[in-house]
Every structure is written in structure tokens, then in C-alpha cells.
């Protein structure tokens, strides 16, 4: 647990040092995001702390190398998988870049998230089964490969599309992660959960410097990176060290990732019903309906957050006991985002 706990701290630590650095650098080389109408912000903001977060989540690497522990011997056993997702995060995180810098159209990002997804499944990032709550597991075949690259480009594109306001995506990925370690380490999957604690400190350690008020914005290179993470680690997440096998996707993974993918579907659905393009950005999200009820950024956050900690609750206590009844709390966080989409629709008409 002390290796556990050093890796939280070092992560975190990394990135609360390097994140002014980085803030500089942006600001230096223009890496900046302009107020617009459908921005919240009013003035000039560096947009590249992906980079610090990115620095962070590989920084607590090095002490693997420097110590011999339990941890470090299945970190070393599983070395080939780290740095397949360390290659394909800074992919990733390149291309963000690009886009905070020149501006990258949907379809280039769709096209590099999606051979990313490839090479990840080449490496042994599958979904090669989804648990069924009742009956036997649903086998995918042939399918394997479709859901997986689903899964993966659908979680990165979830994760890009909460980071509207300040700290929200940062927040929601750090609540994420750490619900995956504890699961991780109470069921002695130390791989994953190496992986998640290095995640959640990143994002902790770059939270001061991007809750509201934001003095850094990750930008798509932070996003991005975050969401291919999260997507990658919760396939691991079903990964049987003992015999090198994957088992089913669990369906707690749903309620995990409640929030963006209630919000990404419904905001989706609603450009496809009003016959807008579904990559053309506007103001629909979650968030977005928040603040229109007044509610300012840090209360919007504070909300998303606890709805978000709300579901990792739920997940955590599904992951070792199916229970109809911790199905109906989850149905019913659903249904309060859902509440949220519907009444914010009929209060902007009222208005």
C-alpha cells in the first residue's frame, strides 16, 4: 500500500510543479485559447497542460527501475503493455497538440483516434466479451475488434467533450480513476491499478491550476490523452493477471461512465433530431445546460462531480455484488443527467 500511495503523490507532485512551466511555454509559443460566443472564458488562456499531466502520469515509471518491490516485479512483468498505452498516449497527446495549435477537423481526429485504436488492440487492449446480468457472458467473435475501437474512440470523445468548463474533465477523469484502483486493488489487479493511481494523480496535480478560476486549460492534447487512458485501463480493468486471460467487460463499466457518455449520446441524438452536424460544436452539453440555470462554473462542477463520484460508488459496490437494487441507483443517477438535459431545454424556452 506504501507503493501505492508514494505513486499518487509522485504523479500529483510532477504535475503541480511542471504545470506553471508548461503555462509558460504556452503563452511563449501562442498555444493560447481566444473568447469566442460559444466560449465561456473572456480572455487569452494557455491551452497545453496536457503536457504536465502527461509528464505526470509517466513520472512515477522511473521508480519502478529504482526499487524492488512486489509492485515494480509486476510492473516489469507487464512492461510491454505499459508502453504500448505510453506510445499510443503520446500519439495522442501529439495530435492534441496539433489541434491547440493549428486546429485539426473532426475527421483527422477520428482517423488518428482510431489507429490508435488498432495498435492498442494489436497489443492486447480487447474487449473480447461483455458480462450479461443474466445469464452466460456474451461471447463477441468476430465483433471483438468493431467494439473495442467503439469503446475506445467512444470514451477519448466523451472524456474531449466534458472539458467545457473549468476543471470539469480533470475532476470527472480523477473520481474515475481512483473508483477503478480501489476496484483494481481489492481484486488484485496491481497492473491496473498502477495505472489509474498514476492517472488520478496527474489530474489532481494539475486540478489547482484548472479549477474555476482556470489559469491553464489542458486543451485537446490533455483531453484527448485523458480519455484514451480511461478507455484503455478499463479494458484492462478486465484482465485476469493470474491466467493471462481477459474475462468479460463488466457491466458496472456503464455506470462508471455514467456521466460522458450520457452526455456525448444526448448531445449526439439532439444535433441529429435538429439535423445539425453531429461535429459541429455547440453548446449543449451537460455543463452547458447547467450554467444556463444559473448555476455558476465551480457549483456546475461541484454538481457533475458528486454525480460522477455518485456513479463510481455504484460501480465499486457492483463489481463485487450484483444487486438489482444497486441497478436501480445507477438507473436513477441516469435518470437525474437526463432530468438535467430535459428541464434545461424547457427553461431556456420559458426564458
Given amino acids: 500500500m506504501r507503493t501505492f500511495f508514494t505513486i499518487l503523490i509522485l504523479s500529483s507532485t510532477v504535475t503541480f510543479l511542471l504545470t506553471p512551466l508548461i503555462r509558460r511555454i504556452a503563452l511563449d509559443w501562442g498555444a493560447v485559447d481566444r473568447p ?15 503536457l504536465a499531466v502527461f509528464f505526470g502520469f509517466c513520472s512515477p515509471w522511473v521508480f519502478f527501475y529504482l526499487v524492488e518491490n512486489r509492485v515494480s516485479l509486476v510492473f516489469l512483468e507487464y512492461e510491454k503493455m505499459f508502453f504500448s498505452l505510453a506510445g499510443c ?16 477537423d473532426a475527421f483527422k481526429k477520428l482517423f488518428v483516434q482510431i489507429s490508435v485504436a488498432l495498435v492498442l488492440y494489436y497489443f ?3 474487449i473480447e466479451s461483455l458480462s450479461n446480468p443474466f445469464g452466460s457472458d456474451w461471447v463477441l467473435g468476430v465483433a471483438s475488434l468493431p467494439v ?59 486540478l489547482p491550476y484548472n479549477f474555476s478560476p482556470a489559469r491553464i486549460f489542458l486543451g485537446d492534447s490533455g483531453s484527448l490523452f485523458l480519455g484514451l487512458v480511461l478507455s484503455s485501463v478499463s479494458i484492462l480493468s478486465s484482465y ?55 448555476w455558476t462554473q465551480k457549483q456546475a462542477a461541484y454538481i457533475l462531480y458528486s454525480l460522477s463520484v455518485g456513479f463510481g460508488l455504484v460501480s465499486m459496490m457492483m463489481s463485487f455484488e450484483k444487486s438489482p437494487f444497486l441497478v436501480l441507483i445507477g438507473g436513477l443517477l441516469i435518470l437525474v443527467v437526463l432530468g438535467i438535459i430535459y428541464r434545461s431545454e424547457h427553461f431556456s424556452k420559458d426564458r
Fill in 240 to 294: 485476469k493477471a493470474a491466467t493471462a486471460t481477459f474475462v468479460a467487460m463488466p457491466i458496472y463499466m456503464v455506470f462508471l461512465f455514467g456521466l460522458p457518455l450520457i452526455d456525448t449520446a444526448s448531445v449526439f441524438i439532439g444535433r441529429l433530431l435538429s439535423g445539425r452536424s453531429v461535429f459541429k460544436a455547440d453548446m449543449t452539453h451537460v455543463h452547458h445546460r447547467l450554467l444556463r440555470f444559473g
Fill in 148 to 206: 473495442t475501437l467503439l469503446w475506445i474512440v467512444g470514451i477519448t470523445n466523451a472524456i474531449n467533450l466534458l472539458d467545457g468548463i473549468d476543471g470539469l474533465a480533470v475532476g470527472i477523469t480523477a473520481s474515475t480513476a481512483l473508483t477503478l484502483s480501489v476496484i483494481n486493488i481489492l481484486g488484485g489487479q496491481t497492473m491496473v491499478a498502477l495505472l489509474c493511481l498514476c492517472l488520478a494523480g496527474a489530474c489532481l496535480g494539475f
Fill in 36 to 50: 469566442s460566443c460559444r466560449k465561456i472564458h473572456t480572455s487569452l488562456m494557455p491551452r497545453l497542460g496536457g
Fill in 124 to 126: 492486447g487492449y480487447r
Fill in 89 to 104: 498516449s503520446l500519439c495522442m497527446l501529439f495530435l492534441g497538440i496539433y489541434d491547440d495549435f493549428k486546429g485539426a
